[in-house]
């Protein structure tokens, strides 16, 4: 239980740090102090006032106003959104995992990602992203077709039970169809190609507060369902008959989390975009090092997954700066081979 406690810990600080490293570095250099200074200033400018300190009233003050709206403007709302993101599809495909008793299962096995992708696509070609609804066009479209796809998904799954396999059936006629409706898009997309191509590589360009609000509710909603359900969940892993006799009501929980991973899915790829890897590697990994126990788990993989979208968006900016390569091709040449390391740990063990 120490062990635990010692390993959430860890992982929180060190999302912290990441988070500041992730806001300081970029292609204007920043000394770490003035990041600091710049975040605590509004709360030490009030102690200030209130404690009459005039040290700490002009706290930050030296900090040159560029400076500061890099930092709280551009760098600290992507960084948040990338973790948020990160946090979303580590939760999702945990959970998809444990309902589909397949650790090889991903957040985007219903089809959600068609959608959204197939939403994007069709507010980029049809100029939506130019009106009155600017920047939030695209990830409102992209939403929309996430949830959507699920709708589809369900409808179709609904003659048999909307059974495991019957929704896994449904989830791939969906994106199979959705794949080449998106396919169609792209064909007479023109001049819009390359930003149609682009987002569904995935990446945080452009990502201000508003997609960090956008997003926290969902975030917000969906984990506390599924965190709800941690214990369900684990009877769920163990097969319908199992925990039906635990006392499990198995269709009203499977349809809860299902519906809380795609929530998830959907509003994390409505701001980023197409980023595989993150929902399928995170929550693998923890599971081998702490365990299949979804209260233990579903943390560790909120947490992992934080860093691991964050650094993978920092080494998107630096790596060949000042020239930004897509987060998507980052997750999978980092998560690739990882992911292969962690299969041949498994049949080792």
């Given at each position: ?8 810990l860890?992982l929180a600080?060190?999302l912290?740090?990441v988070l ?9 250099r ?7 200074k710049?975040v605590?200033?509004p ?13 700490w009233?002009d706290?930050g ?5 560029t400076?500061?709206?890099i930092l709280?403007r ?5 960084v ?5 993101a990160?946090v979303?599809?580590?939760l ?7 309902l ?5 299962a991903d957040?985007?096995i ?7 992708a ?6 980029m070609?049809?100029?939506l ?9 695209i990830p409102?479209?992209?939403f929309?077709?996430g ?11 609904r003659?048999g ?8 059936l449904?989830?791939v006629a969906?994106s199979?169809f959705l794949g080449a409706?998106?396919?169609l898009l792209?064909f007479?997309?023109g001049?819009q190609l390359?930003?149609?191509?682009f987002w ?23 984990s506390l369902?599924?965190?709800?359900h941690?214990?369900?969940l684990d009877a769920?892993?163990?097969g319908d008959e199992?925990?039906?006799?635990m006392?499990?009501d198995?269709?009203?929980v499977?349809?809860?989390l ?5 929530l998830?899915?959907?509003s ?6 197409l980023i595989?890897f993150?929902?399928?590697v995170?929550?693998h ?8 126990v979804?209260?233990?788990l ?5 947490l992992?997954g934080g860093?691991?979208m964050a650094?993978a968006d920092?080494?998107?900016r ?7 390569l897509?987060v998507?091709?980052i997750t999978?040449?980092?998560g690739?081979p ?7 740990k498994r049949r080792?063990?």
């Open positions: 239980m120490k062990s635990r406690a010692w390993a959430y860890g600080l060190l912290v740090l500041f490293v992730c806001v300081a570095i970029g292609s204007v920043i000394p770490l102090s003035a990041l600091v710049t605590f200033s709360l030490v400018n009030a102690l200030g006032e209130l404690f009459s300190l005039p040290a009233q706290f003050q030296d900090v040159p106003d400076w500061r709206t709280l551009l760098r600290l709302p992507r948040a959104v990338a973790m948020l990160g979303a599809l580590s999702a495909g945990a959970t998809m995992q444990g589909l008793k397949n650790p090889l957040p985007y219903l089809g959600v990602s068609s959608g959204a197939v939403g994007a696509a069709a507010a070609l049809m100029g992203s130019w009106n009155l609804l600017g920047a939030f066009a409102a479209a992209a929309a077709g949830i959507g796809s699920l709708v589809m998904v369900y409808s179709l799954s003659g039970g909307r059974s495991v396999l019957n929704m896994l449904a989830g969906v199979t409706v998106l396919s792209i007479f997309s001049q390359q930003q149609v191509v569904m590589m995935g990446g945080f360009s452009g990502c201000n507060w508003f997609h960090f609000l956008s997003i926290l509710p969902f975030l917000a909603g969906g369902v599924i965190f709800w941690s214990r369900e769920l892993a163990l199992q925990a039906y006799y006392g499990v198995v269709e009203r499977r349809h809860r299902l519906w809380a991973s795609a998830l899915t959907a994390a790829v409505s701001v980023c975009g595989g993150v929902g399928l995170v929550p990994a923890m599971r081998l090092i702490g365990g299949p979804h209260r233990n579903l943390p560790a993989a909120a992992a860093i691991f650094v920092l080494l998107s630096v790596v060949l700066a000042p020239t930004e897509p998507g091709v999978a040449l980092v690739g990882f992911f292969l390391y962690l299969l041949k080792v063990s």
